[in-house]
């Protein structure tokens, strides 16, 4: 079992809709949580990170940690065409050698 | 101009074959690493390296060399190019004192090996 799952989809939902992207894990070492947004043919890109367990709002993204369950997720409300995206998890552990561990990916189309 | 570039960005070798990828950067940043993505696999880590004299294996270093030439270049070499090292591959880059080590990528370079 690896460290970090996500089901890779795809996950197709038409605009406007909430989309939850989720991961479970089983470090119990794991404090950053993030989550990473890659478009076609380009390298993923940090979208949002949490420290510990909670919840993290950004405009459309909220991200959710509940390190009792081990279970993170990210909410895109009012979701849109330019949404459409691969979103990795990622997390690590606290202190300076920790490297992230990723997700497989999910891929997220959104149609209009 | 992008903080992080990799060269080629597509590349078409046979079996057998040398070859090397390049990474640069202009972040300033002391940490790079080398993953490659695989459909259905996600991201896996290859090498890394925290300083110019500090070079360590990834989860999946076998059949690969790097290289780090200065602070702002690495470099990943494939001695000898077998066809499962087709994949898309990714320099990487973060800060020391990063928040959960945040990971700046590259462009990323498309490898097929035939």
């Known amino acids: ?112 | 101009d992008a903080d992080v570039t990799q060269t080629p960005r597509n590349r078409i070798t046979k079996t057998g074959k040398r070859i090397m990828l390049e990474c640069s950067q202009t972040k300033g940043h002391d940490r790079m690493y080398w993953y490659r993505q695989d459909p259905g696999l996600g991201l896996r880590l290859i090498y890394y390296s925290f300083d110019v004299k500090d070079i360590n294996k990834g989860e999946i270093s076998d059949g690969y060399s790097v290289s780090r030439q200065a602070q702002a270049k690495f470099s990943l070499s494939l001695e000898s190019a077998i066809p499962n090292q087709t994949a898309l591959y990714f320099c990487a880059t973060s800060a020391l004192d990063s928040p959960g080590d945040e990971q700046f990528f590259g462009p990323g370079t498309r490898l097929t090996v035939l």
């Open chain 1, 1 to 112: 079992q690896k460290e970090v799952e996500q089901d890779p989809g795809p996950l197709s939902v038409p605009e406007g809709a909430i989309v939850s992207l989720n991961c479970t894990y089983s470090n119990s070492a794991f404090q950053y949580f993030m989550w990473y947004r890659q478009y076609s043919r380009k390298g993923p890109e940090l979208l949002m990170y949490t420290y510990s367990s909670g919840n993290k709002e950004d405009g459309r993204f909220t991200a959710q940690v509940d390190k009792s369950s081990k279970y993170i997720s990210l909410f895109i409300r009012d979701s849109q065409p330019s949404d459409s995206a691969t979103y990795l998890c990622a997390m690590s552990g606290s202190g300076g050698s920790y490297i992230p561990t990723f997700g497989r990916g999910t891929s997220l189309i959104v149609h209009p």
